[in-house]
């Protein structure tokens, strides 16, 4: 009976911690996580994402280290005190093999500055996303990299689209790329121009050293991200 009685115990603890640990997201309406932010270092924000300060609560920071051609990707969260505090610090990125700013359709630079994150969408099923319409990619789903197409700069389910040709080699077959298992788009030329850029995303690391302009980084990272991530979160990119 007393073995019994350790194991049940044992077991209920092991239940308890795992519970609270899954529990404690950053979310307005967790005391826990919300106090564990107020508890943490208060940090100061990088010159460049000041201004992103002004309008936003979380901003995620990638500064371009040309010295050896990737980043580093911080994630900042304003607390309830009006303070910042560090989510992530310095994650390994990814970044484009041509490094940052830029300019047109295929020169294989990151763009530079500062951008929203809006459509997450992956391979695999939704992580938990806090942004409405998480797309689970299917073998219909393209995102449009034709500068002569309507649906440039967009993703497209082509089930709904009978108008959309997809062009292989240009437009990509998002279930086709390991690396987006998960992503998030980054809003760099939202209104579509063409020829100016198009598919920048936040994604995982594929099996490159360097992008052809997104940013990359570990899964783990790229899961969490996904998961604490809210609307109106700002992306600055130096």
């Known amino acids: 009976m007393f073995l019994r009685r350790m194991v049940f115990l ?3 603890m092991i239940v308890s911690v795992s519970v609270s640990a899954v529990s404690e997201t950053v979310s307005e309406d967790n005391p826990v996580a919300n106090e ?3 508890n943490s270092p208060i940090v100061s924000l990088p010159q460049q994402a000041h201004k992103a300060a002004l309008v936003s609560d979380q901003i995620i920071t990638v500064e ?14 304003k607390t309830e005190d009006g ?7 310095s994650a390994r990125a990814r970044m484009g093999r041509n490094g940052i700013g830029k300019a047109k359709e295929g020169d294989g630079k990151t763009p530079s500055g500062t951008y929203n994150l809006t459509q997450p969408f992956g391979i695999l099923d939704d992580p938990g996303t806090q942004f409405e319409g998480y797309v689970k990619v299917t073998e219909n789903h393209w995102w449009c990299c034709n ?3 309507k649906y440039y700069n967009q993703l497209v389910d082509e089930s709904a689209a009978p108008d959309f040709r ?3 080699g240009m437009d990509e077959k998002l279930i086709n790329i390991y690396a987006y298992q998960y992503a998030i788009f980054i809003d760099y030329n939202a209104e579509c121009t063409p020829k100016l850029g198009s598919a920048i995303f936040l994604h ?3 099996n490159k050293s360097t992008t052809s302009g997104c940013i990359a980084v570990d899964f783990e990272i790229m899961e969490n991200i996904m998961k604490i991530t809210k609307p109106g979160a700002k992306i600055v990119i130096y």
């Not at 371009?64 to 969260?77: H, I, M, V």
């Open 10 to 12: 044992f077991f209920f």
């Open 64 to 77: 371009y280290l040309p010295a050896t051609g990737r980043g580093k990707l911080s994630f900042y969260q």
């Open 147 to 149: 500068p002569g197409s």
């Open 166 to 168: 997809p062009i292989r």
């Open 204 to 206: 995982c690391e594929g």
């Open 36 to 38: 564990k932010l107020n």
């Open 83 to 89: 303070n910042w505090v560090l989510l992530i610090d």
